[in-house]
């Protein structure tokens, strides 16, 4: 490919063998009487089915579609952003391999890029087979987030969603590793608006966010984007220091007035209740200090184990700052 591309869309595979194919197909039927050149980037983060063989056949039969495979499983995250490291389109369209998130409405994304907006991000108005619990978590989460967060991450949406080029030079200069996309997008300003849509059920193979990887998720977003866990810690602080001090006026009073007890109940409610606020202090703050580990480490996000190409480099390069 010599000329830039219009659009790449950046799909992140782990263990998607039976919807490469599909995904493909939809992908070049709708996008390809509409953008003036298109890229199609499969990363595959590590699978153990016929992932990269399949992401190879389609390379061979298609000169627009390129394949990364990570030295291992590095996460959805880190495959995300290694597809818009390695993108050379003007635009990029972030996606998952599993067709919940239909390709056909990515036409309508790029027409309001092409009126202005530097991000359009997709907002779910539905969700197709899943279960009630990973609708009623999913619209909790978000809605928190909303809340406890400073920066604006709109509700209901994942990392479905189109970047323009001002929006992709800043991403791509983001340099932390615990890292929580659609948040880091929101951050970054420029224009942006949403495109309405009910997701779909699933088109082949199982859930790679089970809940363990649900709630990792969602501390890292909270932790990525939010002081609230540190500052409830001040919260509990005064709360407690102003119930001890009310204590202690109640027990001289009614010390004064003659009235005493031995008081084991009341002593040990107040010491376990005591320990155990410290010891969620201490593990609010072992998740940022974690984090801050991690951080300081400076390993890349992620290793290469081979492309389709041959172009892309093993260890990327470090991240700058704007």
Do not use: C
């Not at 340099?175 to 997701?199: C, D, H």
Request: charged share 25%.
């Amino acid at each position: 490919m010599t000329d830039q591309p219009e659009l790449t869309v950046v799909i992140p595979a782990f263990n998607e063998e039976a919807n490469l194919r599909p995904m493909f197909d939809r992908l070049v039927a709708v996008l390809e009487p509409e953008v003036d050149g298109l890229e199609i980037i499969f990363i595959d983060d590590g699978s153990s089915d016929g992932t990269w063989s399949g992401i190879s056949d389609l390379a061979a039969i298609d000169d627009r579609v390129r394949g990364v495979r990570f030295a291992r499983n590095f996460g959805h995250q880190a495959a995300v952003t290694a597809g818009v490291d390695v993108a050379r389109g003007r635009a990029v369209v972030l996606i998952d391999a599993d067709l919940q998130d239909p390709p056909e409405i990515i036409p309508e994304m790029i027409n309001k890029w092409r009126d202005g907006f530097e991000v359009v991000f997709a907002q779910r108005e539905g969700r197709e087979g899943e279960t009630l619990f990973k609708k009623a978590t999913a619209a909790l989460f978000y809605r928190l987030l909303h809340r406890v967060t400073e920066v604006d991450i709109p509700v209901d949406t994942g990392d479905f969603r189109l970047m323009g080029p001002r929006a992709l030079e800043a991403f791509r200069a983001l340099p932390e590793r615990n890292r929580f996309i659609r948040g880091l997008v929101s951050w970054i300003g420029f224009p942006q608006t949403a495109v309405r849509y009910r997701r779909e059920a699933r088109h082949a193979g199982d859930t790679k966010y089970p809940f363990r990887k649900m709630l990792r998720f969602a501390l890292d977003a909270l932790t990525s984007f939010s002081f609230l866990p540190l500052r409830v810690a001040t919260f509990l602080g005064f709360a407690a220091s102003a119930f001890s001090f009310l204590y202690i006026l109640v027990v001289l009073v009614l010390k004064a007035v003659g009235i005493s007890w031995l008081g084991y109940t009341s002593l040990m409610a107040s010491i376990l209740f005591l320990g155990g606020v410290q010891l969620i202090m201490i593990g609010v703050l072992g998740e940022y200090i974690a984090r801050i580990f991690d951080e300081v480490k400076r390993r890349p996000l992620y290793l290469v184990g081979d492309s389709t190409d041959g172009t892309v480099q093993v260890v990327p390069p470090d991240r700058p700052n704007l």
